[in-house]
């Protein structure tokens, strides 16, 4: 089974069609006993850090999520807030993966929106994915490159497009919004 975190940032439909795309039901669940009990989480988001983060506090989720020993795939805010911190808000993150999330400079427009390219992939979360693959991202903070980089995208510089520790993964772009790669990553992160 597939728990998706439920904590009421952004629109999760999405996601859960590409699951069915794939043959794969999920369930979207604030539940500490669902989410302990599934084989893998995927944790989404779109918003404000702050916000998000009160919500997680709220259901005890922020507690939770490191806890976690399955696969967690972490998409946009949900891998910004696996960080130690974000400069959006001046929040705390999870303190999952160390490292700060900052904000692109002013001489770019922001948020990046739209399609950006792949590169550097080391994980078989990138199977069948190729170098320069584009995939779809929405973002004005990003992940700067860290030891726990695992695939890098460039605007306003290299930054972590996908990071991991241990069995928590996180990609800055929607896969279920990115095509054919997008789906393809969807699929390995269920095969992991």
């Known amino acids: 089974m597939v728990a998706i975190i439920d904590y009421d940032a952004g629109n999760v439909r999405s996601l859960q069609f590409a699951l069915e795309r794939l043959g794969v039901e999920s369930t979207l669940t604030a539940d500490?006993?669902?989410?302990k009990?599934?084989?893998k989480v995927i944790f989404p988001g779109q918003g404000a850090a702050a916000s998000a983060m009160e919500k997680l506090k709220k259901n005890g989720l922020d507690?939770?999520?490191p806890t976690l020993k399955q696969p967690v795939l972490g998409?946009?805010?949900?891998?910004?807030?696996?960080?130690?911190?974000?400069?959006?808000g001046g929040v705390n993150g999870l303190g999952i993966i160390p490292g700060k999330v900052i904000r692109f400079s002013n001489q770019v427009k922001v948020p990046q929106m739209g399609w950006n390219t792949i590169n550097n992939l080391q994980s078989?979360?990138?199977?069948?994915?190729?170098e320069g693959d584009f995939m779809y991202l929405v973002h004005s903070f990003y992940v700067p490159l860290?030891?726990?980089?695992?695939?890098?995208s460039d605007y306003d510089g290299a930054y972590s497009v996908a990071v991991q520790k241990n069995n928590f993964y996180g990609v800055q772009?929607?896969?279920?919004?990115?095509?054919?790669?997008?789906?393809?990553?969807?699929?390995?992160?269920?095969?992991?």
């Open 32 to 35: 500490p006993e669902t989410i």
């Open 37 to 39: 009990a599934s084989d």
């Open 63 to 65: 507690k939770l999520i």
């Open 75 to 88: 998409i946009c805010l949900g891998m910004q807030l696996l960080c130690e911190a974000t400069e959006e």
């Open 124 to 130: 078989p979360l990138f199977k069948d994915i190729k």
């Open 146 to 152: 860290l030891d726990t980089t695992i695939a890098q």
């Open 173 to 192: 772009f929607h896969p279920e919004k990115s095509s054919k790669a997008g789906s393809q990553l969807l699929q390995n992160f269920l095969a992991l």
